[in-house]
């Protein structure tokens, strides 16, 4: 059984950062693509972030410049620094990861709140 587990989430103020850890077990965490995606209230679960098991990484627009995604094979975590936090970055953060076949596992989430 793979299990991923979120943490690090919670209320901040805008302009504010949190960062966000994802423990994987029951996988060989290293060779796998590790993502980071949200979903806020009413709206569609959106990409955020990866790191492949190169530590090469790819971001979406919105983010790129504010959050960093990383990994620590020692660990089996993955991160996602988020800093310059907005509004509109207030979701549900999922982690995923992803093997070679396509095959997904998500995790439970943990909820971000930017506000005021």
């Known amino acids: 059984q793979v299990r991923l587990v979120e943490s690090g989430g919670g209320l901040v103020q805008p302009g504010g950062s949190l960062r966000l850890s994802c423990v994987v077990s029951?996988?060989?965490?290293?060779?796998?693509?590790m993502g980071w995606y949200r979903q806020a209230p009413g709206k569609q679960r959106e990409f955020v972030a990866t790191?492949?098991?190169?530590?090469?990484?790819n971001y979406s627009e919105s983010v790129k410049g504010r959050f960093t995604i990383s990994r620590d094979v020692a660990k089996n975590t993955v991160y996602l620094q988020m800093n310059s936090l907005k509004p509109e970055d207030t979701a549900v953060y999922y982690c995923?990861?992803?093997?070679?076949?396509?095959?997904?596992?998500w995790g439970q989430g943990t909820q971000v709140n930017v506000s005021s």
């Open positions: 995923n990861q992803r093997d070679g076949l396509g095959a997904d596992i």
């Open positions: 029951g996988s060989i965490f290293s060779i796998y693509t």
């Open positions: 790191v492949d098991s190169t530590d090469s990484t």
